[in-house]
């Protein structure tokens, strides 16, 4: 169901030949009137020509459809892809039915960058889209799939309030957000500035957090849009905690489908002085070749571990109080041994690291994976 689970909204997915034939590339998600909407978007200062137009389309908090490619990225095109861009949502406002404005559309792409869309495609298969518009929410998250061997669809209810999303992202994991094309719609009734604090909100603490590769894309974009056809308003907080239950769902697909990883490591920090002390340290261990290598070969290598945490200088903590437990066998106390390396078993997928600093109560989860070689020959031959 995923986009199309709230009430309000239609979705269709079509193979327009951007990429092999017969393979989806081409998606679109569409209201029946221009929604309160936000986003958020990549902080990369390199950020793709649909990332521009999106950003200004949500100038107003209103959006009325999402037009969406795999199979190029329209980044680093220059003043050539923002007019492609311009051009897709325009053909989006011409295809839809009623007055629609090019202001109320977004656009995402994900693929290579540097090349330029083929819009003799892409403008045909926006009306295609347009005209088969539906219910089917699982062909959508299918055309933006890229290196993704599997489409990431979420839902959740908070009373009777719905809420749907679809995301694709399988490398260039890292904040702010992933490799990531994400789109969210709710049938809540909502003002603009609530959905945009409360959007921003959960991305901090999950697609944020997601910390795969450390490598931040050009194109990523997390859209939300919001029918209002429940006819019920929720709190903030409990609009807020909902979305962020249904992003870190979405979050965590992505990284167990990240390119090549044979374990899914959740780093937690405990202990902290501040939530931002535990979140440095937590991203510090997380984008560590030299774990992530270790977690590969099954090595339960806690003083590689303890090595990357001092490494934070901006975080306070005493260095030589540090507690680590992997996999709920505390291995490092008061940061030196304790017990035996052999007690911990790493052959599961699912890696669980805690590290207490024994600094205060905060405290703040990194999501990561391994380094394997798979993933070094995937983006080893991306383009060639």
């Avoid at 490598?215 to 609009?239: H, I, K, P, R, W």
């Amino acid at each position: 169901m995923s986009v199309v689970y709230p009430r309000g909204f239609q979705a269709s997915a079509i193979s327009a030949g951007l990429k092999a034939p017969g393979i989806l590339d081409m998606a679109l998600v569409s209201a029946a009137r221009p929604v309160p909407a936000a986003g958020v978007f990549t902080s990369n200062r390199v950020f793709a020509a649909p990332v521009a137009l999106s950003r200004d389309a949500l100038s107003n908090g209103m959006l009325r459809a999402v037009v969406l490619n795999s199979g190029g990225a329209n980044a680093a095109t220059g003043e050539r892809g923002l007019a492609d861009s311009q051009a897709e949502a325009q053909e989006v406002a011409d295809s839809l039915p009623g007055a629609v404005s090019q202001q109320d559309v977004a656009v995402c792409s994900t693929g290579v960058i540097g090349d330029f869309l083929p819009m003799d495609l892409v403008l045909p298969g926006i009306r295609k889209l347009a005209e088969s518009l539906g219910d089917d929410g699982e062909s959508p998250a299918r055309a933006i799939m890229t290196t993704d061997t599997v489409p990431k669809l979420a839902t959740t209810d908070c009373g009777e309030v719905r809420f749907g999303g679809m995301a694709k992202g399988a490398g260039m994991l890292a904040p702010a957000l992933a490799t990531m094309l994400c789109v969210i719609t709710t049938d809540v009734v909502i003002e603009p500035v609530v959905a945009q604090r409360a959007l921003s909100e959960a991305v901090r603490t999950t697609f944020n957090r997601a910390d795969g590769d450390g490598c931040m894309s050009t194109n990523d974009t997390v859209l939300l849009l919001a029918s209002g056809d429940s006819g019920v308003q929720l709190s903030e907080t409990d609009f807020t905690e909902t979305l962020r239950g249904l992003c870190y769902d979405l979050a965590g697909q992505l990284l167990a489908d990240a390119e090549g990883a044979s374990h899914l490591v959740n780093i937690l920090v405990i202990g902290a002085n501040s939530e931002d002390d535990a979140e440095q340290v937590a991203r510090q261990v997380a984008r560590s070749n030299l774990v992530k290598c270790a977690i590969y070969g099954n090595d339960p290598n806690w003083g590689r571990i303890l090595s990357e945490v001092g490494t934070v200088r901006d975080a306070t903590f005493d260095a030589e109080h540090i507690d680590i437990a992997i996999n709920g066998v505390l291995s490092c106390r008061n940061s030196v041994a304790y017990g035996e390396r052999s007690r911990i078993d790493m052959s599961q997928r699912d890696i669980d690291i805690v590290i207490d600093l024994h600094s205060g109560s905060a405290s703040a989860e990194v999501r990561t994976t391994d380094l394997t070689v798979e993933y070094v020959h995937i983006n080893a031959d991306y383009t060639s």
